[in-house]
């Protein structure tokens, strides 16, 4: 990572030499919450929305089927919210920091910060690559008693170096290459 007095890595991939810029994690990607519909109304469950928990994140970079599914209805009825492909769910409290993106749409249960990149700011798999400076953010910004939660109004204060979009997507598919080989 980038320290904070840089404005630039000291090890750069040819043709790129721009600096990086400090911005906040909410001015490139909108953080959502997630929500639980009701368990004891049977309508709305077992539909066909994705509906994700935190013990269903893992060593997956990638999912798109979660255990339990939720119905229209069920979303329409809970602070669930349908999250667009390429979103990172990012798990916010009692294991702060695990993620995965999402393949295709789906929800989440409250456990959830989910990040959302701005496409035309933040590649996916960029900001997913800085999962553990994001749950270092989160443990450190975490509040509770009980267990530390992170906020999505917190953590859209983080901040985070990032380059060019198009060097985002030149890093992300050179660190893909090489996530994809250690999954193998």
Same mark, same amino acid.
């Given at each position: 990572?980038?320290? !904070? $007095?840089?404005?630039? /890595?000291k090890?750069?991939f040819?043709g790129?030499?721009n600096?990086? $810029?400090?911005?906040?994690?909410? &001015?490139? *990607? !909108?953080?959502?919450?997630?929500? #639980?519909?009701? #368990?004891?109304?049977d309508?709305?469950?077992? @539909? ?5 928990? /935190? *013990? !269903?994140?893992? &060593?997956?970079?990638?999912i &798109?089927?979660s ?7 069920g979303?329409?009825?809970?602070? +669930?919210k349908?999250?667009p +492909?390429?979103?990172?769910?990012? #798990? %916010?409290r *009692? @294991?702060?920091? =695990?993620?995965a ?6 929800s #989440?249960?409250?456990g959830?910060? %989910?990040?959302?990149?701005?496409? =035309?700011?933040l &590649? %996916?798999?960029?900001i ?6 994001? =749950?270092k953010?989160? !443990? ?11 906020s999505?109004? $917190?953590?859209? =204060? +983080?901040?985070?170096?990032? /380059?060019?979009?198009i060097?985002?997507?030149?890093? %992300? ?7 994809d080989t250690?999954q193998?």
């Open positions: 990572m980038v320290k !904070e $007095e840089k404005k630039a /890595p090890l750069r040819n790129y030499t600096d990086w $810029e400090r911005k906040k994690l909410g &001015d490139v *990607a !909108e953080i959502v919450g997630g929500g #639980t519909p009701s #368990t004891t109304k309508n709305y469950w077992n @539909g066909s929305i994705n509906w994700y928990t /935190p *013990a !269903e994140i893992g &060593d997956k970079i990638f &798109d089927n255990q339990r599914k939720i119905t229209n209805l979303l329409k009825n809970s602070s +669930a349908i999250l +492909a390429g979103t990172m769910l990012f #798990t %916010s *009692a @294991g702060i920091g =695990k993620t993106i999402l393949k295709e749409e789906g #989440t249960n409250q959830f910060q %989910s990040i959302i990149p701005n496409v =035309k700011l &590649d %996916s798999y960029f997913y690559s800085m999962s553990n400076i994001l =749950k953010y989160g !443990e450190s910004h975490g509040a509770g008693s009980t267990f530390i939660e992170i999505g109004k $917190e953590l859209a =204060k +983080a901040k985070i170096f990032l /380059p060019s979009l060097e985002q997507k030149y890093i %992300s598919k050179i660190i893909y290459s090489i996530d250690i193998l």
